[in-house]
């Protein structure tokens, strides 16, 4: 078995690098982020339409390249290290995902074309946002005349307020799992949550009678649970692409900055309390990186290991990330949380993807209790 | 139009400090280095595919890029890069790094030239490895074809481009008839540098070169990339150019604090000699 990219997808990182390098300098970055959109809609429009990457997981059939979650675990790590803000993680990893996994044909046509196209944008709403399970849903369905009615509340639903496709998990009278695609329209309202890391949008999400199409229900009435549950591992699996990414970038910057901050007229790095600590967070940086990979692997795949295994890249990718850009400021001194450093940024973005699908603490509880182990 | 574009791969200027002389200052020990196309190559590919298309969006390609480099089997990534970006096809002279020299470059794309007849080569004005800046020049003198270096500009017209060059206090233009050979300066790749017949002069490019897309970089493993030999195409291989000896320059000394601006005019005058 081959334990290394191909050549293509190699090429592929090389590519989005290179867009990254100047899309998501950190000018751009704190420029993006400081717009009521929170992402430059002309890079977002480059990336996921001219340059593809929106289009990799999804079939031909549906507009997509027809290649695997390996590739955007690939894409997903270098827009972790540049920090791109966008909503690629909400529209592809979560959306677009669902709207695969679990649309008919004409669905997939209607909302997943657009999004592999790169000219809409999608966000799922499933429960809170800590959660990682189907059976964390909490918004209820009630058939009406005309289709579907939803009740209830969503606090925070990643992805952007104002996103063109609202895929709502919602469990019916018969206490089978649905999703369901929500319009805008009476009883629907969707406002902009304000969250630690500006690189990533969060919105809150209330329905009221929000009424939805009989058509719009994906996948018939038959109970979703195991299939959202399927989607939620994967985007769990790219989240920790993600946060590997972000981790490195931090390791990079603060192994850079010890080579050359000089005191006492050596660099910083040729102390042992500096060396040791990076070396400590470099091997957090490379067993998240392993785990990731692994899991992103299990993702383009249909294997029954991908649950606990994207729960063990999301633990340790979580970790070395908040390892990584806390000892990165430690490093950087007393310039590490000014805002001009960009270190500040990274530790955000650690707080904020630690908690996103399941926290470290309630994974590992969770894979304890899977082994048997747990309380 | 056919065009025809030579590619270089040189270390990546910015990990420098990875190339290492070992003693005796024979060769460089290429070992570790991390390779990238040569920028000003880049800009020529860029320029090639502007007047290869109709520059809109979505752009319809109107000619066909040929990419071409010398060099052992690992170059052939450099060319699936340029094939990712646009390139149809590529052509890589299987050699090794020291069997090569200008002339000999030179000589070989005469060859190929001769074989794939395009209407013009573009090629960057010089590679930033060895700076020789002669390649171009040689192989139009080789071609007898006419030659415009150092493009800054270049708009297609019937049978012949319009090629603006930057010199000192202002631009020359020249027109060349087809065929031709440009060699191409960092301005090319300016939104407004490059048309295409087919292109409107109200289109704006991005500035800079283009990136490659996923699929494109999916697709670049179907499109066709021969392999020649050096002594297919040139009869004389010997170098022209030897190189004696390389040595790294000396490392920079640390610097010194001066207690006040006498003692620095002082030193500048007495040890660095510059006043």
């Given at each position: 078995m081959r334990f290394a990219f191909t050549e293509e997808q190699e090429a592929m990182r090389k590519a989005t690098r290179a867009f990254l390098t100047t899309a998501s300098s950190s000018r751009e970055v704190r420029r993006a982020t400081c717009t009521p959109r929170g992402w430059d809609e002309g890079a977002y429009a480059t990336a996921a339409g001219e340059l593809g990457w929106a289009m990799l997981p999804f079939s031909e059939a549906d507009?997509?390249?027809?290649?695997s979650w390996l590739e955007v675990g690939v894409v997903l790590e270098e827009i972790g290290r540049a920090l791109f803000p966008s909503p690629f993680f909400a529209s592809v990893c979560l959306t677009g995902n669902a709207l695969a996994a679990l649309g008919d044909e004409g669905q997939r046509a209607r909302w997943l074309a657009p999004i592999a196209a790169g000219t809409s944008t999608g966000a799922l709403a499933w429960?809170?946002?800590d959660s990682w399970r189907?059976?964390?849903?909490t918004v209820l369905a009630r058939r009406v005349s005309a289709g579907w009615a939803l009740d209830g509340e969503v606090p925070l639903v990643p992805?952007?307020?104002?996103?063109t496709t609202l895929v709502v998990a919602a469990r019916d009278e018969a206490g089978a799992l649905g999703l369901f695609v929500v319009d805008d329209g009476d009883g629907v309202t969707r406002a902009a949550r304000q969250t630690l890391d500006a690189t990533s949008r969060f919105f809150s999400l209330s329905l009221r009678g929000a009424r939805v199409a009989p058509?719009?229900?994906?996948?018939?009435?038959?109970?979703a649970s195991k299939k959202l549950d399927r989607v939620l591992s994967i985007a769990m699996a790219m989240l920790a692409c993600q946060q590997v990414g972000a981790a490195e970038a931090c390791l990079d910057a603060a192994v850079e900055y010890a080579k050359t901050r000089h005191q006492f007229g050596k660099p910083?790095?040729?102390?042992q309390a500096v060396k040791h600590l990076l070396a400590d967070v470099l091997t957090h940086v490379e067993l998240a990186k392993s785990a990731a990979y692994e899991a992103a692997f299990l993702a383009a795949?249909?294997?029954?290991?991908l649950e606990p295994s994207a729960w063990t890249a999301k633990t340790l990718a979580s970790t070395a990330l908040s390892l990584a850009a806390g000892q990165s400021i430690q490093v950087h001194g007393?310039?590490?949380?000014?805002?001009?450093?960009?270190a500040h940024r990274y530790f955000k973005n650690a707080q904020q993807t630690e908690a996103l699908l399941g926290a470290p603490a309630a994974l590992r509880e969770a894979f304890a209790a899977r082994m048997g182990i747990g309380a | 139009m056919k065009i025809l574009v030579p590619l270089k791969r040189v270390a990546d200027p910015d990990n420098a400090n990875k190339i290492k002389i070992p003693a005796?200052?024979?060769?460089?020990?290429?070992?570790g280095l991390e390779w990238k196309p040569n920028p000003f190559d880049e800009y020529a590919l860029e320029a090639a595919l502007r007047l290869t298309e109709?520059?809109?969006?979505p752009k319809t390609r109107g000619g066909e890029v040929i990419v071409v480099t010398f060099g052992p089997k690992e170059c052939e990534t450099t060319l699936r890069a340029a094939l990712a970006t646009g390139a149809d096809r590529a052509i890589r002279v299987d050699?090794?790094?020291?069997?090569?020299?200008g002339s000999i470059v030179a000589k070989a794309l005469r060859a190929i030239v001769d074989k794939e007849k395009p209407d013009a080569v573009v090629m960057g004005?010089?590679?930033?490895?060895?700076?020789?800046?002669q390649i171009g020049q040689m192989l139009a003198q080789h071609l007898g074809w006419p030659q415009a270096t150092f493009a800054a500009t270049i708009e297609e017209e019937d049978g012949a481009l319009l090629v603006g060059r930057e010199v000192d206090g202002g631009v020359i233009t020249l027109r060349v008839k087809l065929p031709a050979l440009v060699t191409v300066d960092l301005?090319?790749?300016?939104?407004?540098?490059v048309y295409s017949?087919?292109?409107?002069?109200d289109f704006k490019y991005n500035d800079g070169v283009r990136f490659a897309a996923l699929p494109a970089i999916m697709a670049a493993k179907k499109k066709p990339l021969a392999e020649l030999k050096l002594a297919e195409l040139v009869s004389d291989t010997a170098l022209k150019v030897q190189y004696s000896r390389f040595e790294a320059p000396p490392s920079r000394k640390a610097g010194i604090k001066v207690k006040d601006v006498a003692e620095l005019v002082t030193r500048l005058k007495n040890e660095a000699k510059v006043i």
């Amino acid at each position: 078995m081959r334990f290394a990219f191909t050549e293509e997808q190699e090429a592929m990182r090389k590519a989005t690098r290179a867009f990254l390098t100047t899309a998501s300098s950190s000018r751009e970055v704190r420029r993006a982020t400081c717009t009521p959109r929170g992402w430059d809609e002309g890079a977002y429009a480059t990336a996921a339409g001219e340059l593809g990457w929106a289009m990799l997981p999804f079939s031909e059939a549906d507009g997509g390249l027809g290649l695997s979650w390996l590739e955007v675990g690939v894409v997903l790590e270098e827009i972790g290290r540049a920090l791109f803000p966008s909503p690629f993680f909400a529209s592809v990893c979560l959306t677009g995902n669902a709207l695969a996994a679990l649309g008919d044909e004409g669905q997939r046509a209607r909302w997943l074309a657009p999004i592999a196209a790169g000219t809409s944008t999608g966000a799922l709403a499933w429960g809170a946002a800590d959660s990682w399970r189907a059976r964390d849903a909490t918004v209820l369905a009630r058939r009406v005349s005309a289709g579907w009615a939803l009740d209830g509340e969503v606090p925070l639903v990643p992805g952007a307020h104002d996103a063109t496709t609202l895929v709502v998990a919602a469990r019916d009278e018969a206490g089978a799992l649905g999703l369901f695609v929500v319009d805008d329209g009476d009883g629907v309202t969707r406002a902009a949550r304000q969250t630690l890391d500006a690189t990533s949008r969060f919105f809150s999400l209330s329905l009221r009678g929000a009424r939805v199409a009989p058509d719009a229900r994906l996948g018939g009435e038959l109970d979703a649970s195991k299939k959202l549950d399927r989607v939620l591992s994967i985007a769990m699996a790219m989240l920790a692409c993600q946060q590997v990414g972000a981790a490195e970038a931090c390791l990079d910057a603060a192994v850079e900055y010890a080579k050359t901050r000089h005191q006492f007229g050596k660099p910083i790095g040729s102390f042992q309390a500096v060396k040791h600590l990076l070396a400590d967070v470099l091997t957090h940086v490379e067993l998240a990186k392993s785990a990731a990979y692994e899991a992103a692997f299990l993702a383009a795949r249909d294997d029954s290991e991908l649950e606990p295994s994207a729960w063990t890249a999301k633990t340790l990718a979580s970790t070395a990330l908040s390892l990584a850009a806390g000892q990165s400021i430690q490093v950087h001194g007393g310039v590490g949380f000014t805002w001009e450093v960009d270190a500040h940024r990274y530790f955000k973005n650690a707080q904020q993807t630690e908690a996103l699908l399941g926290a470290p603490a309630a994974l590992r509880e969770a894979f304890a209790a899977r082994m048997g182990i747990g309380a | 139009m056919k065009i025809l574009v030579p590619l270089k791969r040189v270390a990546d200027p910015d990990n420098a400090n990875k190339i290492k002389i070992p003693a005796g200052g024979a060769t460089i020990d290429t070992t570790g280095l991390e390779w990238k196309p040569n920028p000003f190559d880049e800009y020529a590919l860029e320029a090639a595919l502007r007047l290869t298309e109709n520059g809109a969006t979505p752009k319809t390609r109107g000619g066909e890029v040929i990419v071409v480099t010398f060099g052992p089997k690992e170059c052939e990534t450099t060319l699936r890069a340029a094939l990712a970006t646009g390139a149809d096809r590529a052509i890589r002279v299987d050699a090794k790094d020291d069997e090569l020299d200008g002339s000999i470059v030179a000589k070989a794309l005469r060859a190929i030239v001769d074989k794939e007849k395009p209407d013009a080569v573009v090629m960057g004005k010089q590679a930033v490895d060895g700076d020789s800046n002669q390649i171009g020049q040689m192989l139009a003198q080789h071609l007898g074809w006419p030659q415009a270096t150092f493009a800054a500009t270049i708009e297609e017209e019937d049978g012949a481009l319009l090629v603006g060059r930057e010199v000192d206090g202002g631009v020359i233009t020249l027109r060349v008839k087809l065929p031709a050979l440009v060699t191409v300066d960092l301005r090319i790749v300016a939104p407004t540098s490059v048309y295409s017949k087919q292109t409107k002069r109200d289109f704006k490019y991005n500035d800079g070169v283009r990136f490659a897309a996923l699929p494109a970089i999916m697709a670049a493993k179907k499109k066709p990339l021969a392999e020649l030999k050096l002594a297919e195409l040139v009869s004389d291989t010997a170098l022209k150019v030897q190189y004696s000896r390389f040595e790294a320059p000396p490392s920079r000394k640390a610097g010194i604090k001066v207690k006040d601006v006498a003692e620095l005019v002082t030193r500048l005058k007495n040890e660095a000699k510059v006043i």
